[in-house]
């Protein structure tokens, strides 16, 4: 992400993503899902895994 000002992006921290170029913000994963990549999109998370917060990076095991 960029914010105002900025000429090189900085990386979003972990378990935020954001996946628009030049975006000014990163977005914390939501619950049921999961943000390993920061520059990908939020993974749902697989049959016999949860999670109920924000901002994880992994599932965890039912």
């Known amino acids: 992400f960029c914010l105002e000002g900025q000429t090189v992006g900085t990386p979003c921290p972990t378990g935020y993503q954001t996946t628009l170029t030049g975006q000014s913000y990163c977005r914390i994963?939501?619950?049921g899902h999961y943000c390993p990549n920061p520059a990908g999109n939020p993974i749902l998370c697989?049959?016999?895994f949860a999670n109920d917060k924000h901002g994880r990076?992994?599932?965890?095991?039912c």
């Open 46 to 48: 697989q049959p016999g």
């Open 29 to 31: 994963c939501s619950p």
């Open 57 to 61: 990076v992994e599932c965890d095991l």
